[in-house]
Nanobody, 124 residues
Framework: QVQLVESGGGLVQTGDSLRLSCAAS????????MGWFRQAPGKEREFVAA????????YYVDSVKDRFTISRDNAKNTGYLQMNSLKPEDTAVYYC?????????????????WGQGTQVTVSS
């Protein structure tokens, strides 16, 4: 059993930065690979970023690869998504997810556990 809670969303302007946090409880976070997804109104939930179970490998969707950074602090059982140079196209509800697998997952069905989501709104 793993519970995930996101925080750090908000309303920002184009070019601003935000850091999303994903606090995990129930199991040792180090043993889980992590992913971030987002869902805009009227659209399907899409993959954003992920790391491996060890955090040694990362993968980003092309639209964010030069702007977002996924990381974790295993001592705090917390994952992070640092978002820089935000654009209006980044506006969405962001979800963190975890899975009891070794490698990177890039689809929704790869993940076992999900947070409740946090809203990120980027104005022009």
């Amino acid at each position: 059993q793993v519970q995930l809670v996101e925080s750090g969303g908000g309303l920002v302007q184009t070019g601003d930065s935000l850091r999303l946090s994903c606090a995990a409880s129930g199991r040792t976070f180090r043993n889980y690979a992590m992913g971030w997804f987002r869902q805009a109104p009227g659209k399907e939930r899409e993959f954003v970023a992920a790391d491996s179970w060890s955090g040694s490998r990362v993968y980003y969707v092309d639209s964010v690869k030069d702007r977002f950074t996924i990381s974790r602090d295993n001592a705090k059982n917390t994952g992070y998504l640092q978002m820089n140079s935000l654009k209006p196209e980044d506006t969405a509800v962001y979800y963190c997810a975890a899975r009891s697998g070794y490698g990177i997952g890039t689809t929704r069905t790869d993940y076992n556990y999900w947070g409740q989501g946090t809203q990120v709104t980027v104005s022009s």
